[in-house]
């Protein structure tokens, strides 16, 4: 399994570009979330989608739109690319559905680091 | 709302001390607490987790205990290595279909 994976692995783009992130998951998982990482701020939540057909909003979603294309891919979306969104990405999934219960562990893709010039 | 607080890096030892990364939680209810750690270049992997109080997790020397009567979960190792140089994130979550919180990160240093 390669588990989850994560294109492109680096990027440049220029202020007022648009990109598409791409995530997928070979492990039949439910869940779906995107990250970013800034020195000093940790992890913070974009978006997450808890299952095919859905997606939420987490802590920073401005600037930013998602996809849950099918139950393996979940894309992340920059229409019009600004510096402070220069950052490293993660996408991450795990088992959890819809139905309640306590929570299971998230798997991360290796990241992909993005520059906004 | 949830929320973790751990402690502020970078943490710098020598091989062979004794480590303790301290992280405090915030929750509802009762929630599953997780140790993740990130090798530079890498995303995060799941070093050990608890998912009810006085349960300890463990993987690779690391040790931590779920203890709700302080709120906390600090991750401790008796002896690193220089291989465990690194940043650690303390991360709970309430429920099953919510993502989970993450404290910003404690970067560890491990010099021979």
């Known amino acids: 399994n390669a588990g989850v994976t994560q294109t492109p692995k680096f990027q440049v783009l220029k202020t007022g570009q648009s990109m598409t992130l791409q995530c997928a998951q070979d492990?039949?998982?439910?869940?779906m979330y995107w990250y970013r990482q800034d020195p000093g701020m940790g992890l913070r939540l974009i978006y997450y989608?808890?299952?095919?057909?859905?997606?939420d909003k987490g802590e920073v979603p401005n600037g930013y739109n998602v996809s849950r294309l099918n139950k393996r891919e979940f894309s992340l979306r920059l229409e019009s690319a600004a510096p402070s969104q220069t950052s490293v990405y993660f996408c991450?999934?795990?088992?959890?559905?819809?139905?309640?219960?306590?929570?299971?562990?998230?798997?991360f893709g290796p990241g992909t680091r993005l520059t906004v010039l | 709302g949830n929320s973790v607080t751990q402690m502020e890096g970078p943490v710098t030892l020598s091989e062979e001390a004794f480590l303790t990364i301290n992280c405090t939680y915030t929750a509802t209810g009762y929630p599953s607490l997780f140790w993740y750690v990130q090798y530079p270049g890498e995303g995060l992997q799941l070093l050990l987790k608890?998912?009810?109080?006085?349960d300890k997790g463990s993987n690779k020397g690391f040790e931590a205990t779920y203890r709700k009567e302080t709120t906390s979960f600090h991750l401790e190792k008796g002896s690193v290595q220089v291989s465990d140089s690194a940043v650690y994130f303390c991360?709970?979550?309430?429920?099953?279909?919510?993502?989970?919180?993450f404290g910003k990160g404690t970067r560890l240093s491990v010099i021979a």
């Open positions: 991360a709970l979550s309430g429920t099953r279909n919510t993502p989970l919180v």
């Open positions: 492990m039949n998982h439910n869940s």
């Open positions: 991450a999934s795990s088992e959890a559905g819809v139905a309640g219960g306590r929570a299971d562990t998230q798997y």
């Open positions: 989608s808890a299952s095919e057909g859905t997606t």
């Open positions: 608890a998912t009810k109080a006085d």
